[in-house]
């Protein structure tokens, strides 16, 4: 007679057969959610639905809309879509995981697509989900793993294996297909029934899938042609250093020469910015440079280099902070838990901060306020009086800058709006990306630590808010931007780590956030380590990891 176990489901006490997997219990309680469960958590700790119940334990179950189950049902569909596409096009080519692309995903093909192509595999992938294939985890010898990868040619996945140390690597197998995916998995396939394929072009085309910014839903998609462009460049440049993914960049580190890549790496940033410094000094018309972007995105080493630049054809940048255009503490907006939203464009002065640069443009004299955040009251000081010159030229840094409210009273020709964004130039494997989300959140807990005294748990703390206020008064106005600049470096995770990794390991395991450090610490051991003597001090790193000269 089977043994039975006391278990507590969402803090419900049930009895369960010994043995009876996650993904067998989970189906009694599928009705409870709106989508398909993905994952559990067992005592705190997420495991995949293919797991035994083998003590009394507690357990949650995630749909797509936990952030960490999107995770895991986004590398389901990933994996779903190679699989498929190897099943119709395998004599043709295979596919690659490239970025993410208005809350949607680009995958780029190794041969032309076609419209019919891209509507052959959606609907090859709608018939795998109604088959229900199981995707089982297989865990075998690494050396065999690398054998494997090696005999079917994906060269990269072996040299990936080749840089680890463990024993034993954990595989997936759909049907007859066996590969490495960098993340939990779904156990079958019937949970993965939320998708739609865009066809972009001839290159490649749009997984989209709900997020947990679409409220469950598919979102439609809108191509933003400058950051896509912006990363193709970026890509284009890795493909012709051959470093196109962490392997790549792994090989250079053992090679003795990643100085020189730092090197190059450092000078193509300074010559796209000093290219910008330029375009801006060339036309006499703009008055106003306005930058705007997601957090630990570089704005403040970014807005100061480019000032140095433009100092250089002649020019006299001012700075301008909108922080000092809030309105008063009283009038600023809350949030529905009852805290001031300081993000909300309510929570700038719109009239005065318009007003103000109107008059500035027209030659009048004028008391820049001052926000004191102690009192929450704007004060005008003398000192502070400030008049626009005919080689004054204003520099602002802002959440809202690409907001088309802001300084809309005044004529395009006269401002320049730049966007900025880390983006992540390398992927681990042809598979496997690397969100640069992680690459900002990394940089900012760095950061927090060594200059702004913040335990990496009270940053892990923040972060949903922030990337909340990121969706809502960034991200959407990506497109007003006149100029979009990437200021992420193919070469900083190497450098990130060595600072990283003892941040992250000071997160509890009964902590909310241990998943998220955990899978961190997953990512940066995929690379080699890599001091930070030869990082210069002009870099963009050197704003997260201490010594730059921009203090």
Request: charge should be negative; hydrophobic fraction near 35%.
């Amino acid at each position: 007679m089977l043994e039975s176990i006391k278990c507590w489901v969402d803090e419900k006490e049930t009895i369960v057969k010994k043995g009876i997997t996650l993904l067998e219990l989970s189906k009694m309680y599928d009705e409870l959610f709106m989508h398909k469960i993905i994952i559990a958590k067992v005592d705190g700790e997420y495991h995949e639905l293919n797991d035994a119940i083998t003590k009394p334990c507690h357990i949650e179950f995630y749909d797509l809309t936990d952030a960490f189950a999107n995770r895991v049902y986004l590398n389901g569909l990933v994996y779903l879509t190679n699989y498929c596409f190897q099943e119709l096009f395998k004599n043709k080519g295979y596919l690659l995981t490239r970025h993410s692309a208005d809350k949607g995903l680009y995958i780029e093909a190794t041969c032309d697509l076609t419209r019919e192509m891209v509507y052959d595999l959606e609907n090859k992938m709608n018939e795998t989900v109604k088959d229900n294939l199981k995707i089982h985890k297989v865990t075998i010898l690494r050396e065999d793993a690398i054998s494997y990868f090696n005999e079917i040619g994906d060269v990269k996945k072996a040299g990936l294996l080749e840089y680890m140390t463990n024993t034993y690597v954990n595989l997936y197998r759909m049907g007859n297909s066996y590969n490495y995916m960098f993340s939990l998995m779904p156990s079958e396939t019937s949970c993965l029934n939320e998708f739609k394929l865009t066809y972009l072009n001839e290159d490649g085309f749009i997984l989209r899938f709900p997020t947990i910014y679409s409220n469950g839903e598919i979102p439609r998609y809108k191509h933003h042609a400058k950051l896509f462009e912006v990363f193709r460049d970026s890509k284009d440049m890795c493909r012709l250093m051959n470093l196109e993914t962490s392997v790549d960049l792994n090989n250079i580190i053992t090679g003795g020469t990643v100085g020189d890549l730092i090197k190059v790496t450092e000078t193509l940033y300074s010559n796209r910015l000093l290219n910008l410094a330029k375009k801006i000094a060339s036309d006499k018309k703009i008055k106003i440079v306005l930058i705007a972007g997601p957090s630990s995105s570089g704005k403040t080493t970014t807005t100061r280099k480019l000032s140095m630049y433009l100092r250089s054809f002649g020019l006299n940048p001012k700075m301008l902070s909108m922080d000092n255009f809030f309105v008063e503490r009283a009038d600023t907006p809350k949030k529905a838990n009852g805290e001031y939203d300081f993000e909300c464009l309510e929570a700038v002065d719109l009239g005065l901060f318009n007003g103000t640069l109107d008059k500035l443009l027209k030659g009048e004299e004028v008391i820049l306020p001052e926000f004191n955040f102690i009192t929450g009251k704007k004060e005008y000081q003398k000192e502070n009086k400030t008049v626009l010159l005919k080689n004054d030229i204003l520099l602002i840094e802002g959440i809202h800058c690409l907001n088309p409210s802001i300084l809309a009273n005044i004529e395009p020709s006269k401002k320049m709006k730049i966007y900025l964004s880390a983006l992540t130039e390398i992927n681990i494997d042809k598979d496997n990306r690397i969100s640069t989300t992680d690459n900002r959140l990394i940089r900012r807990l760095i950061r927090d630590y060594y200059t702004r005294g913040y335990a990496p748990i009270e940053t892990l703390e923040m972060w949903d808010n922030v990337r909340d206020g990121e969706e809502k008064y960034i991200f959407p106005y990506q497109d007003e931007a006149d100029f979009t600049l990437n200021t992420g470096l193919v070469y900083e995770f190497p450098v990130l780590k060595v600072y990283a990794l003892p941040l992250l390991y000071t997160i509890s395991r009964d902590s909310l956030y241990y998943e998220d450090a955990k899978r961190l610490i997953r990512l940066l051991d995929i690379f080699l380590p890599v001091p930070s003597d030869e990082v210069p001090n002009d870099s963009i790193l050197r704003e997260f990891i201490g010594g730059s000269y921009f203090k």
